[in-house]
T-cell receptor, first 117, second 110 residues
Framework: EAQVTQNPRYLITVTGKKLTVTCSQNMNHEYMSWYRQDPGLGLRQIYYSMNVEVTDKGDVPEGYKVSRKEKRNFPLILESPSPNQTSLYFC????????????????FGNGTRLTVT | QQQVKQSPQSLIVQKGGISIINCAYENTAFDYFPWYQQFPGKGPALLIAIRPDVSEKKEGRFTISFNKSAKQFSLHIMDSQPGDSATYFCPGSSASKIIFGSGTRLSIRP
């Protein structure tokens, strides 16, 4: 089954304790992206990747890191989480070879609800 | 930065009624205009999409209309059902970024 898998689904942590949220897709997509969703603010892009070893900042990258060492994986790293990073996070991927991310649908994972106390 | 203006922000419709959600964009790199549907606790999922070479596409109760000159596209849900209660998003683009607005929260009253 074609899917984007995020882990964990729920995570409660304390301020300053490094954490990683994993994202994996099995569709051979080149484009991958992370979003956070907060009430009233919709989906805001954190980072995206056009291909392996190619990453770029979205609209709200502060406090986050990503890496794209393999095509299928795009982990989100919070080196020193803070309470304002409490949010619902979504990973998404899209088919882009010869098309670009504007020409095909985004496939989203089921989300990771992060609470930082 | 590309703005995505979605309206209304929230909508309440009686069961069996028509739900209409609009999306206006500035300039876009998109060659593809989708609507995403999100249920609570789930990630957004593609509902319906249109290419700009057509003005309308219908899939069951869902119709997407595209007005290139007005730079907007809309979603019509006919015979709205309680199961359609969800948040709906349209995307915009800015360089290689795919951005979203705050969405439209649709509630269908039984």
């Amino acid at each position: 089954e074609a899917q984007v898998t995020q882990n964990p689904r729920y995570l409660i942590t304390v301020t300053g304790k490094k954490l990683t949220v994993t994202c994996s897709q099995n569709m051979n997509h080149e484009y991958m992206s992370w979003y956070r969703q907060d009430p009233g603010l919709g989906l805001r892009q954190i980072y995206y990747s056009m291909n392996v070893e190619v990453t770029d900042k979205g609209d709200v990258p502060e406090g986050y890191k990503v890496s794209r060492k393999e095509k299928r994986n795009f982990p989100l790293i919070l080196e020193s989480p803070s309470p304002n990073q409490t949010s619902l996070y979504f990973c998404a991927s899209s088919l882009s070879p010869g098309q670009g991310p504007y020409n095909s649908p985004l496939h989203f994972g089921n989300g990771t609800r992060l609470t930082v106390t | 930065q590309q703005q995505v203006k979605q309206s209304p922000q929230s909508l309440i419709v009686q069961k069996g009624g028509i739900s209409i959600i609009n999306c206006a964009y500035e300039n876009t790199a998109f060659d593809y205009f989708p609507w995403y549907q999100q249920f609570p606790g789930k990630g957004p999922a593609l509902l319906i999409a249109i290419r700009p070479d057509v003005s309308e596409k219908k899939e069951g109760r869902f119709t997407i209309s595209f007005n290139k000159s007005a730079k907007q596209f809309s979603l019509h849900i006919m015979d709205s059902q309680p199961g359609d209660s969800a948040t709906y998003f349209c995307p915009g683009s800015s360089a290689s970024k795919i951005i979203f607005g705050s969405g439209t929260r649709l509630s269908i009253r039984p």
